[in-house]
């Protein structure tokens, strides 16, 4: 078969379709076999001349696996039919409780098939089977909540890192909000923020972790705090006009001037009014002024998040003078410092979940766009949102979020949304709402906060 004539097959087959449901109230470990038979009195087709394409619910995407039947897919120690030639693994993976899943296989003849007698008009019979057995359900501490770690679906996950090439200190597992409306709504400053999850930060010297969470738009009736340019000029954020506002009238629930244009313009974040009031005393003692907001950058755009996550805490690489050597992954220190900054784009990257979260962290961040990424992802905005993070050539860009669900850059001097992004203190405590007939961590039932320093 050519290889066009393989993809018209391809792209037309009908698959067979079936569905696993685990009905426990346990993980399970599943792998999914398929196991050859014997044929029967006429001529047996041999393996090696099957190939096998299993999917996750769409065969156009979530492609899983493409393989020809060959010994390095042997998985004959667990067999499930007792007189099967052969058992081949096509796919391992993790049932959460009363989860289903729903596949879809192709088997079709190798296009490469001898055109030999021995082959012609062979028969090959085989069968689907499942093997599954208990897992340990995985519980993360997010500072005293326990949350168990999920591998699919919309949850908390753990997330590991490699960024060796910056300090094996960075490379301790974290745990991430993942999927498109995970329970993560928290109770903070009197409003409805959102857990991004128990992220790596440096603090003093060494890496340590702290809860970080942001104030997003579009909960319930309560109002942003407006679009606002970054900057006029100017692309360092330890210097940069949203920074200063950020950190100064709206930390302080008071009044001022902030760039909703080019021409400054009073904001009131004391009243409630036109915007939402700023942060009370009680927030404010609640956040980690000590932790180090790294500003490292590269001065090219398209990564995966991981790759983002590395240079992030990294430092800048650039040859433009307007960038100096200093201004690399240092603290957010200065005038005005009151521990808030914004998301990282490894923060929108690391947020994405569901069937396509695998796929998707071995994108770039600008492709998510393609790959039904930022669907499955809760930070996904219906406008533009700003990063922290600048890009180190160019005219002074900053990354930012497209509504369209992937992430870019643009020059500071035009308006955004803006989410501010805290670090708690390992003090402050995450507890369930009193309201045991509610699930927890929902806008109705948001966890609470407790600062146990007090």
Not at 249 to 272: A, H, L, M, T, V
Not at 444 to 454: E, G, R, Y
Request: charged fraction near 20%.
């Amino acid at each position: 078969m050519k290889p066009e004539a393989l993809e018209t097959f391809l792209s037309t087959a009908t698959p067979y379709h079936f569905t696993i449901t685990n009905e426990c109230g346990d993980l399970a470990n599943a792998t999914i076999n398929l196991e050859s038979l014997n044929a029967g009195t006429g001529k047996q087709l041999q393996d090696e001349y099957i190939d096998a394409i299993l999917y996750e619910t769409d065969y156009h995407n979530n492609l899983n696996s493409q393989k020809q039947l060959d010994e390095s897919m042997y998985n004959d120690e667990n067999k499930v039919i007792a007189n099967s030639l052969h058992a081949y693994k096509l796919y391992s993976f993790t049932l959460q409780k009363e989860e289903t899943k729903s596949f879809n296989l192709l088997l079709y003849m190798d296009p490469d098939t001898p055109m030999e007698t021995i082959n012609m008009n062979a028969t090959w019979k085989g069968k689907i089977t499942l093997s599954t057995s208990y897992k340990e359900e995985t519980i993360a501490n997010l500072n005293g909540l326990k949350v168990p770690v999920v591998e699919s679906g919309d949850g908390l996950y753990a997330v590991s890192h490699d960024v060796s090439e910056i300090s094996e200190d960075w490379n301790k597992t974290e745990y991430r909000y993942a999927g498109s409306n995970p329970n993560n709504y928290v109770s903070y400053n009197n409003e409805i923020w959102r857990i991004i999850g128990l992220v790596n930060v440096k603090n003093s010297e060494s890496v340590e972790q702290r809860l970080k969470i942001v104030r997003t738009d579009g909960v319930k009736e309560q109002k942003n705090i407006g679009d606002y340019y970054w900057d006029l000029t100017n692309n360092n954020w330890t210097t940069c006009t949203l920074r200063e506002m950020l950190n100064g009238i709206y930390y302080e629930s008071g009044i001022g001037d902030c760039y909703r244009g080019r021409s400054p313009k009073e904001c009131n974040f004391s009243s409630g009014t036109d915007l939402p009031k700023g942060l009370n005393e009680i927030s404010q003692n609640m956040i980690d002024k000590e932790v180090i907001w790294n500003l490292g950058s590269s001065d090219d755009g398209y990564f995966s998040t991981n790759k983002f996550y590395e240079k992030e805490r990294g430092t800048i690489s650039a040859n433009d003078s307007q960038y100096p050597a200093e201004w690399s992954s240092t603290t957010d220190i200065g005038e005005k410092y009151n521990g808030i900054g914004l998301i990282y784009p490894s923060d929108y990257g690391y947020a994405v979940g569901g069937e396509v979260r695998n796929n998707c962290l071995t994108k770039d961040l600008y492709y998510y766009k393609e790959n039904n990424c930022g669907v499955n992802d809760w930070l996904n905005h219906s406008d533009y949102l700003w990063t922290i993070l600048s890009r180190t050539t160019g005219s002074g860009d900053v990354f930012y979020l497209n509504p369209s669900g992937y992430v870019d850059y643009t020059n500071t001097s035009g308006t955004r949304s803006v989410w501010p992004t805290i670090y708690l203190k390992s003090s402050v405590k995450i507890t369930p709402n009193p309201h045991s007939e509610q699930e927890y961590g929902t806008i109705d039932n948001p966890f609470q906060l407790i600062d146990t320093s007090l």
